[in-house]
């Protein structure tokens, strides 16, 4: 998959959940990373006027030619962390991408075809081992780039650790291994 | 910046209705001409808009300001003329913004001396939100109010400081609204320093617009002006010399006031509030001080 | 060796450019999807000796920043539709009475209270022509984080050298977008001082700002005791006058030709594909980048369409414009509002060729995928009629 992942051309991704879940945050992180590799990248975002609750998207183009149309309309990597936000953009995933969703938060369905379907429990992991929900999202970014390999682990651990203010950053590289060990674990089909 | 509050002493000093303004000898015609651009102005005879400017020459000549470094920021109507009379840097702005363009100036440079003349509409109605958040602020400018109860530009509407039963052009079977005390609009505001005039007693009036200028913090001085043209010839009297003296029956020295303010018969004079806390261009700059050192230091 | 790229927000860039333009006042008043400029300058204008305040509306924001200018500190304030509504008013003083400064407008959905959180491009008529009376204006439009700096750059440069306030018509995407960008060096990117005159103050009255030698304007509180004023004055004296319509006759076409007698420094235009183009793309801002990826498509498509990109939307790029109706066949317009930009199109095309206009105001940035449809249309219906 990783290989498959890396088409020529820009990489698309797409974070969607619920206003709170840190989706803006999550893909912050991965275009800094990604910044820091020296590639062009462009993120936009949306989200409607409740600061907690409301639909929130974000999306990232890295690439490594100019990017024009900043916006994402049929994402190679596509990450899910609410329901809601399931029902709206799943089916919009890239034949050949991989659309990532919070098997705790998400039932999936079977409209969406053609990509690999990847569920894993951030938020319930996050909860019980790190005992902060809050950071589903990073434990999401982990298991994102231990999955895709879109880029490098350790330029977008960095990006957490710059992106997060230095009281949270111990709790936050946790939860990115977290996220990373997790997509190990259910890639390799072992349990810790 | 709870630290820098605490510093400056937020807590307001106890309430001093006794504070004297300083005592200015007014000064000679000669004296005063060279700091006015024109001897022509567009207001009517008998207006007493002539004097308030007279006496802030003389304020400002009293207290030996540089004259370099006094900013007279004037809204619209009557009073607004007042800037392009003046032989300081005068802005003549629009309609009930003096007040916050006074605000940027003083900001972008504390070292001068930031005098704001408006009408009683421009400070209170379209210039009200302005008026309010400047004395909250307790940023040191001086506000001069022309109160007229009128407005005389225009040719005699109703503004907020027309009294109930008063009549003008958009009154003419009585004001139905109830007016504004200015004064205690801007005590209750947070201006430090709250003084009222009369044209008719000119050198207080020197002397408590001395006070204001002299003050650190938001200063408040509203003038009772004289307009026999518009509001005295609706209301009063259409004579200039009798719609002053009535002034004299009307104004009560704050110590000797004790009725309830209803200020068309009876209003208190002098310095009405007197109080410290801390001035906002002071603490920006304390707390910019420190963000300096800790980005250099 | 260039800087290390960055990651920057759209507006934290334009605060950023503010920065390195001088400004060191920002006076502004909380809305979306502005606030994170004056987030960003209310933590760093401190920081490099300037000053911030939160006023209690925007019209108070555009007056305070008209204050501090004219006490002779480089200064700026930042909105969005509603505010830059409210701050029409005192754009019309700073017009009047020479006043440099800034306006930012990152435009959303309206009218009213509209799409706060989304993107348009509504405000583009607005900016020219929102205060009343006449007047001159000049407006830029960024379409990258990079241009949110460097744009700001220019823009105080401008309403420097014409003593006239500049509009930076960014809008939600630009604004809330993020880029990796290799920010200018120091010193790099010209930045124009405010001075002072060189002349006397006792001389300063009669001495003619003319066209071509656009005195600035001395700081309040400096020897030249200045009057500043709303009001028509006379253009040598500054004195108000307003009983003499030879005086108002000349200041009011003085503020007009004094941005376009200089137009064609003024303006800027990107070109892109347009030597041999046969279609031709008019787009601004945010649109701009999809029309950017369908030139691209066309092109190697074979298909000759080029791109007119004006980066200055006022004064508008007449000549640009008259250029690229000589050529092509027909101008596709698309914006995120109903024809405001391709009416001024038409008007220069004078015929010349075809405009066509697309609209978007739902909110939604244009996709490629819309205007390649335009395009092939032209192209369908132009083999269909040579044939």
């Known amino acids: ?192 | 910046m709870s630290a820098l509050v605490d510093e400056q002493k937020l807590e307001a000093a106890p309430h001093d209705a006794e504070c004297k303004p300083p005592r200015i000898k007014p000064h000679t015609t000669s004296e005063i001409t060279p700091w006015l651009r024109t001897p022509k102005t567009i207001w009517c005879p008998g207006c007493s808009n002539g004097t308030i400017t007279r006496a802030l020459i003389d304020a400002v000549l009293g207290l030996q300001l540089d004259p370099e470094k006094v900013v007279v920021v004037a809204g619209i109507g009557c009073s607004g003329r007042i800037a392009q009379y003046l032989e300081y840097s005068t802005v003549h702005t629009a309609h009930g913004r003096a007040l916050a363009v006074a605000t940027g100036v003083k900001t972008a440079d504390p070292s001068l001396h930031v005098i704001v003349a408006m009408g009683d509409g421009d400070c209170s109605a379209i210039g009200g939100n302005h008026f309010i958040h400047a004395a909250r602020r307790n940023i040191d400018v001086t506000a001069l109010v022309f109160n007229n109860s009128i407005y005389g530009m225009t040719g005699g509407q109703m503004s907020p400081t027309t009294h109930m039963g008063d009549k003008s052009t958009t009154s003419v079977r009585g004001n139905v609204e109830a007016a504004f005390d200015l004064s205690e609009l801007a005590h209750a505001a947070g201006a430090t320093y709250v003084a009222r005039g009369t044209a008719w007693a000119y050198r207080q009036l020197v002397d408590v617009i001395a006070g204001g200028i002299s003050h650190t913090g938001f200063s408040f001085v509203e003038t009772m002006a004289v307009c026999p043209v518009y509001y005295g010839r609706f209301n009063l009297t259409s004579d200039p010399a009798e719609f002053l003296k009535s002034q004299k029956e009307h104004a009560v020295p704050v110590g000797k006031f004790e009725d309830e303010s209803r200020l068309r018969e009876r209003y208190p004079v002098g310095v009405l509030h007197h109080s410290e806390r801390a001035e906002f261009v002071a603490s920006l700059q304390a707390m910019g001080d420190k963000a300096l050192e800790a980005a250099h230091g | 060796m260039t800087a290390a790229p960055v990651l920057l927000q759209g507006n934290e860039a334009v605060a950023e450019g503010a920065i390195a333009a001088g400004a060191r006042f920002f006076a502004g008043y909380p809305i979306t999807p502005s606030t994170e400029i004056a987030e960003t300058l209310a933590r760093r204008l401190p920081e490099v000796g300037g000053k911030f305040i939160q006023m209690e509306d925007e019209i108070a924001s555009i007056a305070a920043v008209c204050g501090a200018s004219l006490a002779g500190t480089k200064s700026l304030t930042a909105t969005s539709g509603p505010g830059f509504s409210l701050m029409q008013e005192m754009i019309g003083f700073a017009s009047m009475a020479q006043i440099p400064c800034v306006i930012v407008d990152v435009m959303r959905g309206g009218p009213s209270t509209g799409l706060p959180t989304e993107p348009s491009q509504g405000d583009v008529m607005q900016a020219r022509w929102g205060t009343h009376g006449e007047h001159s204006v000049i407006a830029l439009v960024p379409s990258s984080v990079l241009e949110c700096y460097t744009l700001t750059i220019e823009a105080f440069n401008l309403s420097e050298q014409y003593r006239t306030p500049v509009i930076i018509l960014s809008d939600a995407l630009v604004g809330h977008m993020r880029e990796a960008v290799v920010l200018p060096e120091p010193g790099e990117l010209r930045v124009a001082e405010r001075g002072t005159p060189d002349c006397e103050p006792e001389d300063y009255d009669t001495v003619m700002s003319d066209l071509d030698n656009i005195l600035p304007r001395p700081p309040l509180g400096s020897p030249f005791r200045v009057h500043v004023t709303g009001l028509v004055y006379n253009r040598r004296s500054g004195a108000p006058d307003t009983e003499a319509p030879e005086i108002a006759s000349d200041l009011g076409r003085y503020l007009r030709e004094k941005i376009y007698h200089h137009r064609d420094a003024i303006v800027r235009v990107e070109e892109m594909e347009m030597a041999d183009a046969e279609v031709a793309i008019f787009a601004y801002g945010s649109v701009a980048r999809s029309a950017r990826a369908v030139v691209k498509w066309a092109r190697a498509q074979g298909a000759k369409v080029g791109l007119v990109r004006p980066i200055t939307l006022w004064p508008f790029p007449t000549a640009a414009v008259e250029h690229m109706a000589a050529q092509v066949h027909t101008v596709i317009v698309p914006e995120m509002n109903i024809k405001q930009m391709s009416w001024e199109v038409q008007a220069a095309v004078g015929g010349r060729a075809k405009v066509v206009d697309y609209g978007r105001v739902d909110g939604k940035l244009i996709t490629p995928a819309e205007i390649k449809e335009l395009v092939k249309r032209e192209f369908y219906y132009h083999d269909w009629r040579d044939s």
Do not use: H, W
């Open chain 1, 1 to 192: 998959m990783a290989d498959a992942m890396k088409p020529k051309g820009p990489m698309e991704i797409r974070f969607s959940g619920s206003g709170g879940q840190g989706i803006l945050l999550a893909a912050a992180i991965i275009a800094e990373g990604a910044t820091a590799q020296g590639k062009q990248v462009v993120s936009t975002q949306s989200y409607g006027p409740a600061a907690r609750g409301g639909a929130s998207k974000a999306e990232v183009i890295v690439s490594d030619e100019e990017i024009d149309y900043p916006e994402v309309d049929a994402p190679m990597i596509n990450l899910c962390l609410s329901q809601a936000a399931y029902g709206k953009y799943a089916a919009d995933t890239r034949p050949g991408g991989l659309l990532l969703y919070d098997s705790g938060l998400v039932e999936p369905d079977d409209t969406v075809a053609g990509c690999e379907l990847c569920g894993l429990p951030f938020t319930q992991a996050a909860l019980e081992r790190l005992g902060k929900k809050v950071v589903a999202n990073i434990v999401a970014v982990g298991a994102l780039v231990e999955v895709s390999g879109v880029l490098p682990a350790d330029a977008v651990e960095q990006a957490v650790v710059n992106r997060v203010p230095e009281r949270f950053r111990e709790l936050n590289s946790e939860a990115f291994r977290l996220g990373r060990r997790l997509a190990a674990e259910a890639r390799d089909g072992t349990q810790s």
